[in-house]
C-alpha cells in the first residue's frame, strides 16, 4: 500500500521535539513490509503569528500539490496528524486526486479541546474520515462525534526506553519534570510546591515555552531549578536513569507520552490525576497520583511529594520502580504500528470486498 502521512507538527533542527512523536511512527512505518512507498509531509515552523500560520499552512499546501497530487503515484492511505485544519488537505487530495483513498485521523488532545466550539469547517470534513484513533478513552468522550470505526491507541515511545541493569547509582534529580513549559503543563504548580517541599532539592526541567524564562529566574534558598532545554531521546533516557522521579502536573493531559518513557526506564511518576494519568498510574503501585484541584493544589499535595521522595533508597521505592518498568509495554512503538498497520489494511481490504463480483 501506499501512503501519506500529513502533520501540522514535525521536528526541525531548532525545535527537535516538536511533533517527534510523529516523525516516530513515521521511522517504523517505514521500515515495514506492508507499505511500499510513504511521503510524510508537515510542517516545522512553531511560529502562532497570523503571518506565521498563514505562510506555514500555505507551505504545506504547495508540499501537498508538488509532492502528492502532481505525480504518477496514488496513495491508498492519507494518515492525518492533528486534527484540524490538517484533514482539510487530506480532502484536497482526495477530491483531486484519489476520491477512493482512505482517510484515517489520529487525535492527540488540543484538536479536540481547542477547536470544540468552531462551525461546520471543523464538524462538516469529519464525515469523510474512515477511521478515528484517538489516544485516549477520554479524548474520545470530549470529540464532537461518535464514530462508528475508531481505535484508542497511545502514539507510542520508543522500544529503546527501558530499564538499564545495573541501574544508574548516581541520581542527580529528586525531580524531573518534562515536556512544554506552559501553564497547562503545570510550571507555576512545580515552583509553587518547591516553596513548600522540605530539605534540599535538585529538580530539573526539560522542554521550552512560553514559561522558560519564568524557570530561569526561579529563586530558593533551598532547591535549586535547572533548566535543561531540547533533547533528543537518547539524551531524555540518561536524564531519565539520573532522576529519582518524573514529576508531571499538567490540568489537562489527554495521554502523556513521558509518563510511559520514563516508567518503562524504570522512573516512577508522579503525576496529577488526569486522562492520560489514569491510564497509566496506578497510585502507590507503579507510580504516585495527584489531586488536580486548582485552588488548593500545594495544600493537597505537599505531603503526598514529600512522601514520595522521602520514599527514595527504600525498598518500597524499589518495587515501584520494577512496577513501573514492567506496566507500559503496551505503549511501546513496536506493538502500536502493528496495531495501525492493521486499521490501514482492514480498510482496504473492505473495499476490496465491496468491489467483488455478485
Known amino acids: 500500500m501506499n501512503l501519506l502521512v500529513l502533520s501540522n507538527m514535525k521536528p526541525s533542527k531548532v525545535h527537535v521535539a516538536y511533533g517527534l512523536f510523529v516523525q516516530n511512527q513515521v521511522d517504523v512505518l517505514n521500515k515495514m513490509d506492508e507499505i511500499d512507498h510513504l511521503l510524510y509531509l508537515g510542517i516545522t515552523s512553531v511560529d ?7 505562510k506555514k499552512y500555505l507551505l504545506l499546501l504547495i508540499q501537498l500539490f508538488t509532492q502528492a497530487i502532481f505525480t504518477r503515484k496514488k496513495f491508498d492511505i492519507i494518515h492525518v496528524h492533528y486534527y484540524f485544519p490538517t484533514i482539510l488537505y487530506a480532502l484536497v487530495y482526495k477530491f483531486l486526486r484519489n476520491p477512493k483513498t482512505k482517510i484515517v485521523v489520529t487525535l492527540h488532545g488540543g484538536d479536540v479541546s481547542k477547536y470544540r466550539n468552531l462551525s461546520w469547517i471543523y464538524r462538516a470534513p469529519n464525515r469523510f474520515v474512515d477511521h478515528h484513533i ?32 545495573p ?13 512544554r513549559l506552559v501553564i497547562n503543563k503545570g510550571t507555576d504548580r512545580l515552583m509553587a ?9 535538585t529538580v530539573g526541567v526539560i522542554g521550552d515555552g512560553v514559561e522558560a524564562r519564568a524557570i530561569e529566574q526561579f529563586q530558593s534558598d533551598r532547591h535549586k531549578l535547572v533548566r535543561l532545554g531540547l533533547c533528543p531521546p537518547e539524551q531524555m533516557k540518561q536524564y531519565f536513569y539520573q532522576s529519582k522521579f518524573v514529576i508531571s502536573l499538567s490540568r489537562l493531559e489527554s ?3 513521558v509518563m510511559s518513557e520514563a516508567m518503562a526506564c524504570g522512573v516512577p511518576v508522579i503525576a496529577t490525576k488526569s486522562v492520560g494519568a ?6 502507590d503501585y507503579n507510580g504516585f497520583l495527584l489531586e488536580n484541584s ?10 503526598k511529594v514529600q512522601k514520595c521522595l522521602d520514599l527514595y533508597g527504600t525498598p518500597a521505592y524499589q518495587e515501584v520502580v520494577d512496577n513501573a518498568a514492567g506496566s507500559n509495554g503496551c505503549f511501546k512503538l513496536g506493538h502500536i504500528i502493528i496495531e495501525v498497520v492493521s486499521i490501514y489494511q482492514k480498510l482496504l481490504a473492505r473495499d476490496e470486498t465491496r468491489d467483488l463480483p455478485g
Open 255 to 257: 495521554f502523556g507520552l
Open 48 to 54: 502562532k503569528s497570523f503571518a506565521g500560520l498563514l
Open 278 to 283: 489514569f491510564i497509566q498510574v496506578q497510585d
Open 134 to 165: 484517538f489516544v485516549s478513552e477520554g479524548l474520545r468522550n470530549g470529540f464532537f462525534a461518535n464514530p462508528s470505526s475508531y481505535t484508542v491507541l497511545s502514539a507510542g515511545i520508543l522500544d529503546s526506553f527501558e530499564l538499564e541493569r
Open 193 to 201: 510546591l518547591l516553596e513548600k517541599l522540605e530539605g534540599e532539592l
Open 294 to 303: 486548582e485552588e488548593e493544589f500545594v495544600q493537597d499535595n505537599v505531603q
Open 167 to 179: 541501574q544508574v547509582s548516581e541520581k542527580v534529580f529528586d525531580l524531573l519534570m518534562v515536556g
